[in-house]
């Protein structure tokens, strides 16, 4: 039977095909829909949203340990997040097959670095596969779970952005019976000592000799041999890129990427006359092709930065461009946050208390776009509260005014250990914990703060202010971040305040059924507004400048956040 479905949705696929018994992630674009569909698609496999990565890989590893077939998933920065235990997992004995899927994010479509994770195979010293479709997405991952047994270590699929998210047929297959978990006691392969450690180094490194016999006799390792003239070896969605431009030339075709096939590789070359290596970001290939003392282009005519096309790697290959060139002329459309999102109305207050933002990853770090430009630094899931007790300290007592803004996912994410060091420590820092009751960045996935699992069972529902006390903080308070005036006022008076206090920012994404506000659009009685653009300063893409007056178009949620800031009455009843 033949289905259309994206790499995600291939993935999903392939999970319940291979007889997996839990799937185990962290939201994150690209990655996010494998989870979401096992969950709708799959309920035979038991899917949950972790509170991070490190926690979902660890989840998996037990899970493995019990000998059931395991799948992790995560967007390219969570595995920074997962490195902790992913480093060490190999030097164990993996029982059920154990996947991690790495979603890459070339061109940084939501994503705050280019970084590329198969840097991550060679670094943990584990075995990783790369589709090029939707098809190869679902027959990678389940030989990615026969080689997890085989060898016994963890496999690595990388996709990237294109290949999650594009459609293509794919024939889907019959559906493996779940292994009957056991526990079982390994305690010289489980219990990472260092003098149990160092016997299993070496069994790594033996592994790793042995993955590379397998990788050059694999057969997703490929050659396609046409025209002699130009070969090029690929991988992943530039093979495809590749394959377009150059239909007639040879192929090494690599699905597993790591570790490289070495005789494959000298073979290959020995065919053709002029070595290509196509491939997005790092010249993660091509290091190792000239390592082997082999000449090729790679990365001194291809870029390392951003995506690959067609163009670009005909522009590279054949020296020639287009007509038409390859950059289209295509109108600007920066992000913003929506109309009416409760997080407009305390950046707001924050920025008209002057103080320094220290910002984090979600919608928020959007605030930092004119004319809000209420978001001062942004590193990764976590940062912005250490970032402000940083700060603080380094300045000294009353110096300045800081702040920190964090999401209530990204919170329980990573956020909980920077406020506990803050208390800890005696900072003197204002965080905003930004609960709008959803993971909304990614498309509003719960988390333990709003009571609901990925399986839709009712579970606990974390009270942020318990728990911000319970850390130590003693100066907390719940606002409402659409009343402007004491929204402001609040963040005055934590500003003053001389040890670390908390601010909870309380109101629904306003994607969702349980928001605050009512859909209906405001209007502005014209005759009234003299054009001070005050309402601008919000943000807002519902209102825009026409003729010398502020008008609201039909995209307003009708929040009233403009209104409050309105000192002539101009913004009045609805639509």
């Known amino acids: 039977m033949k289905k259309i479905l994206s790499g995600n949705e291939a993935i999903a696929r392939a999970a319940m095909e291979a007889g997996v018994h839990i799937a185990t992630a962290y939201p994150g674009t690209p990655s996010t829909e494998i989870l979401e569909t096992i969950a709708k698609k799959f309920p035979g496999i038991h899917a949950e949203w972790a509170p991070n990565e490190k926690v979902a890989l660890e989840v998996a590893a037990g899970a493995s340990y019990a000998g059931a077939r395991v799948i992790a998933v995560m967007k390219h920065v969570g595995v920074n997040v997962a490195a902790d235990p992913l480093m060490t997992l190999p030097y164990t004995y993996i029982r059920g097959g154990l996947v991690l899927v790495s979603a890459d994010d070339p061109e940084l479509f939501s994503s705050q670095n280019e970084q590329d994770n198969r840097n991550y195979a060679r670094f943990a010293k584990i075995p990783m596969l790369e589709p090029s479709s939707s098809q190869e997405a679902k027959d990678f991952t389940i030989e990615a779970f026969e080689i997890s047994e085989e060898f016994g270590t963890p496999v690595m699929v990388r996709t990237t952005t294109r290949i999650s998210h594009s459609l293509c047929i794919v024939e889907v297959g019959d559906i493996k019976d779940q292994a009957t978990p056991t526990l079982e006691k390994h305690r010289s392969q489980w219990v990472m000592l260092p003098a149990i450690a160092r016997v299993r180094h070496p069994i790594i490194e033996e592994r790793m000799q042995r993955l590379k016999t397998f990788s050059n006799t694999h057969k997703y390792n490929m050659m396609e041999i046409n025209n002699t003239s130009i070969g090029i070896i690929s991988s992943g969605i530039a093979y495809q890129y590749a394959k377009e431009v150059l239909p007639d030339a040879s192929f090494l075709k690599l699905g597993l990427s790591y570790p490289l096939p070495d005789k494959m590789i000298r073979e290959f070359a020995s065919k053709v006359d002029e070595l290509w290596v196509v491939e997005e970001l790092d010249p993660f290939i091509e290091q190792e092709v000239k390592a082997l003392g082999i000449t090729c282009h790679g990365k001194d005519c291809l870029p390392v930065c951003g995506e690959l096309s067609p163009d670009i790697v005909r522009n590279a290959i054949l020296n020639t461009k287009d007509e038409k060139g390859s950059q289209y002329n295509l109108p600007a459309r920066p992000p913003n946050m929506c109309p009416g999102c409760p997080h407009r109305g305390i950046l707001w207050a ?70 506990l060091n803050l208390a800890y420590n005696k900072g003197a820092a204002l965080v905003v914990i930004l609960d709008n009751r959803t993971t909304a960045m990614t498309g509003a996935q719960d988390h333990p703060g709003t009571g609901i699992t990925l399986e839709g069972d009712h579970t606990i529902d974390i009270n942020l202010e318990v728990l911000v006390r319970a850390l130590g903080i003693e100066w907390v308070e719940t606002i409402d971040p659409y009343d402007l005036k004491n929204a402001r006022k609040m963040v005055k008076k934590a500003l003053e305040y001389k040890g670390p206090a908390v601010i909870i920012s309380s109101a629904p994404c306003i994607l969702l059924k349980s928001r605050k506000v009512s859909g209906r659009p405001l209007k502005i009685d014209a005759d009234k507004c003299n054009g001070c653009k005050v309402c601008l300063g919000l943000g807002c893409p519902a209102i825009e400048f026409r003729d010398g007056k502020a008008f609201i178009t039909e995209v307003c949620s009708g929040c009233g956040m403009c209104k409050d800031l309105c000192a002539f009455d101009a913004i009045g009843g609805t639509v």
Not at 377 to 389: K, R
């Open 350 to 419: 924050l920025k008209r208390n002057k103080c320094f933002i220290a910002g984090d990853i979600g919608c928020y770090t959007l605030g930092f776009l004119p004319p809000l430009e209420a978001i001062d630094t942004c590193l990764c899931m976590g940062a912005g509260i250490n970032h402000a007790h940083g700060i603080s300290k380094a300045l000294g007592p009353g110096k300045a005014k800081i702040a920190a803004v964090i999401g209530d996912s990204t919170f329980f994410h990573s956020g909980i250990t920077g406020l």
